[in-house]
Structures are given as C-alpha cells and as structure tokens.
C-alpha cells in the first residue's frame, strides 16, 4: 500500500491489484471514463463494442492507408509529433467516413492538429486548443443531426458506431462529445504506444541494423515497459481492507501498470527492454496496459493491431535511428515519450533482398 501526494492510495502488489480491477465491489455502476456524458453503464459498455466492432471491420482500409502515409513521410522527422499525424491520417476515414460534411471533417483534422485529440504539453498551447475544441463539438452536433434523419443499416465510421449504441433520446451535442472522447481515446494512445514502439527498440539495438525482433513482439514489450495509462483508478464504495490497511467510502484507490509490469518479483529483468521474452511462455508478470477487469478497454486487442500494422510499415525495407531520444516519458494524458528525432532510411534493394534469404 502506498500513500499518494494527493490522497488516496496505490496498490502495489499484484494480487491485490487483481482484487481491485476485478472486484464487483469496486467496479459497479458506470465508468468515470465518458464522465457524465452516458446515463448507464450498459450504454457505456454497447459504445464501447461499437466502436471496437467498427475498428475492427475497417482494418483493411487502415492497413491500405499506412502504405502511401509512410511511403509520404520525410527521412527525417520530429516525434512523437509525426507519430500523431501518421496515426490521425490513416484512421480519419474510421473516425469520420469521407462522406462526412466537409466543415466537420475541417474541424476533426483542425482538431488532431491543433492540441484537442493530442494533447498539447504546455499549458498555453491547451488553452489555445479550447477554439478548435469547441468549433469541433458545435461540427459534430449538426453532423449528429443530420445523421439522425438518414439512418444507415451498417456504421460507416466510429460516429455511425456511436449512434447506434447511444439511448436515442441522448441531446446531439452529447453524442457529439462522445464521439469526441472516442476520437481521443483511439487515437492519442495508439499514436504514444507507437512512438515508444519506434523509440525503445531504437535505444536498445545497434544503430543501422535490421531489428532481430517481430513488429508484435516489439509492441507487446513496449507497452510493457511504458505502458500508456499512468494510474487506473477506482473509488471505494463501501469500507474495505487492503494490507492490513482501512479504506473509507470514497477513497480513491489505484493500481500502477508501469508499477506491476516492472516488478522483480513477478517478470525475469524486468528493467530491461527484451521483445524476445515475448516469443516465451514463462517469465511473465501481471500485464495490464489497457487496464483488467469489468472497466478493461474493449478494444485492446484492436488497439495493439493498430500499432503493430503501423510499426509493420515503418519497418518494412528500411532502417530505423533515433537521435535526443530518452526512456524518461512525459505524463500528460498517459505516458508519452519525450520529442525525439527518427532517421528513417529504405534498405538498397539488393540489401533487403539478401537479408530476406
């Protein structure tokens, strides 16, 4: 049991964070993750599935959008910032499906550029981001309108999805802002645990030479060893005991990935960064980089496609060097690396080719 800085509590040992993230006692009623916005939790879980179920269909298209996305980046780029825009341009049609009207597609591209979808590290930067925010939301209200009189048989995008699952008698504007929380939430983590997938390996292997790794073996680790969620929180309904120690009703209590996935006791080294350990059975610890129990993220086995068919395509017939680059991550909304430059350089053909054999 460690006592946090602002009150309330971090668990760290594995099996009372398995208590706390699976327990019907600290999980029931509705998530804190869509605030108020949905008025059950069953309508927070079918949103969910929805736009899981949506994602999931359309990962072809994504996949097909990677190829000229990457093929169109420069030799040399500032991330996580490039990762950002990556990511924003091959699910845009997932988010928003092209038919979308153009004003409402305006403001989503404004907003994935501008500090709303990623969120800006200065405060003065989020400030500015507030304009776009709400032109933004004011888009996706009148989209939701509009949407709500030409009803579609099968969900063209994550808007579609949301429509769908929401109650029908939810007010535009908070569908709008669902989708909006939606957005951010595929995008923003998708676009971090990439950026750590590029950083880690980077750091870790020779500069100028193939990785010795599969793409997925890459990401599974690196979620390991910087998991996006810093804190998965949960609020004690009733008097509890954890470890000997009194929880009040009300009292937050929270359970650490980054804590759980580096701890001695349960993963074989696990302060360093080894993708192989992947390929094994043994050797594991507790991993929750999307969270466990009834609050887990529907669509974390989507998500981690996401980022693995991305690094796939960055990897793919080339090289990969980092300069500036650090392990240290900056807390903002989860863990974000902090800005390094990528060195992307294609293989010479006949390089790739003998490789390949």
């Not at 990677?66 to 093929?71: D, G, M, N, R, S």
């Not at 500015?128 to 949407?147: M, S």
């Not at 980092?322 to 390089?351: C, D, K, N």
Request: overall charge positive; hydrophobic content about 40%.
């Amino acid at each position: 049991m460690i006592p946090l800085p602002g009150g309330g509590w971090c668990l760290g040992d594995a099996k009372l964070a398995e208590t706390l993230l699976r327990g019907r006692e600290f999980n029931a009623g509705r998530s804190g993750f869509f605030g108020d916005l949905l008025p059950t939790r069953e309508a927070q879980v079918e949103v969910g599935r929805a736009v899981r179920d949506v994602l999931r269909a359309g990962l072809s298209d994504y996949r097909a959008a990677l190829i000229p996305a990457v093929t169109g980046l420069p030799g040399v780029g500032r991330w996580p910032a490039t990762g950002n825009r990556l990511v924003y341009r091959c699910l845009a049609n997932l988010l928003l499906h092209p038919g979308t009207q153009a004003d409402t597609r305006r403001w989503a591209d404004r907003a994935a550029h501008a500090g709303v979808v990623f969120r800006a590290p200065h405060v003065w930067q989020r400030a500015r981001a507030e304009v776009p925010r709400a032109k933004l939301i004011a888009a996706l209200t009148r989209e939701v309108a509009r949407r709500r009189q030409h009803h579609v048989d099968q969900p063209r995008d994550v808007l579609d999805a949301i429509l769908g699952a929401c109650p029908a008698d939810l007010p535009d504007q908070a569908v709008a802002k669902v989708h909006l929380t939606m957005f951010r939430a595929v995008a923003a983590p998708v676009a971090a645990s990439l950026a750590w997938s590029v950083l880690l390996p980077c750091l870790h292997h020779p500069a100028g030479t193939p990785w010795p790794w599969p793409a997925d073996q890459v990401v599974r680790e690196a979620l390991r060893y910087r998991p996006i969620p810093w804190m998965l929180r949960r609020t004690a309904a009733l008097p509890a005991t954890f470890a000997d120690t009194a929880i009040d009703p009300g009292e937050l209590v929270s359970v650490s990935p980054h804590l759980l996935h580096h701890d001695a006791r349960r993963w074989t080294d696990p302060e360093v960064f080894r993708p192989e350990r992947w390929a094994h059975p043994d050797g594991h610890g507790p991993y929750i980089p999307f969270g466990a129990g009834p609050f887990a993220c529907p669509g974390a086995s989507v998500a981690r496609t996401l980022v693995t068919e991305a690094l796939t395509a960055l990897t793919d017939n080339a090289r990969l060097t980092v300069t500036g680059g650090g392990t240290r991550a900056i807390s903002s909304e989860g863990i974000v690396p902090s800005p390094f430059t990528l060195h992307r350089a294609t293989w010479p053909t006949t390089h790739h080719e003998t490789g390949r054999r």
